[in-house]
Nanobody, 117 residues
Framework: QVQLVESGGGLVQAGGSLRLSCAAS????????MGWYRQAPGKQRELVAT???????NYADSVKGRFTISRDNTKNTVYLQMNSLRPEDTAVYYC???????????WGQGTQVTVSS
C-alpha cells in the first residue's frame, strides 16, 4: 500500500505561481513513477506531468514551459512548480503513484487550485 498526501493548492491570480507537494509513504519502493493529474468541473481527469523513479519527466503540452515536476527521494516527495498560471489551469489536482508491474495506481485526495482572471 502507498499513501499520498498533497498540499499547496489555493487561490492565485492569473500570472501567479503555486507549488504543490505530494508526500508518499508506505511501500514506496514499489513505485515506478509519480505525477500530477487534474480534473476541472465537467471535464475528465487529465495528465499534467509525471516523473519516473529515474528522473525522466513528461508534461502535457498545455503546461510545457510553465510547470516543472521534480522529486526529492530523501523525502519521498514530488513537487509541481506552477508558474504563469492561467484561469484554465483551475482544477482539482491529484497526486498519482504508479506501480507498472501490476498496472496499479494510487491517488491522493486532491487539492484545489483556482486561478482568477
Amino acid at each position: 500500500q502507498v499513501q499520498l498526501v498533497e498540499s499547496g493548492g489555493g487561490l492565485v491570480q492569473a500570472g501567479g505561481s503555486l507549488r504543490l507537494s505530494c508526500a508518499a509513504s508506505g511501500s514506496i519502493f514499489s513505485i515506478n513513477a509519480m505525477g500530477w493529474y487534474r480534473q476541472a468541473p465537467g471535464k475528465q481527469r487529465e495528465l499534467v506531468a509525471t516523473i519516473t523513479s529515474g528522473g525522466i519527466a513528461n508534461y502535457a503540452d498545455s503546461v510545457k514551459g510553465r510547470f516543472t515536476i521534480s522529486r526529492d527521494n530523501t523525502k519521498n516527495t514530488v513537487y509541481l512548480q506552477m508558474n504563469s498560471l492561467r484561469p484554465e489551469d483551475t482544477a482539482v489536482y491529484y497526486c498519482n503513484a504508479a506501480q507498472w508491474v501490476i498496472s496499479y495506481d494510487y491517488w491522493g485526495q486532491g487539492t484545489q487550485v483556482t486561478v482568477s482572471s
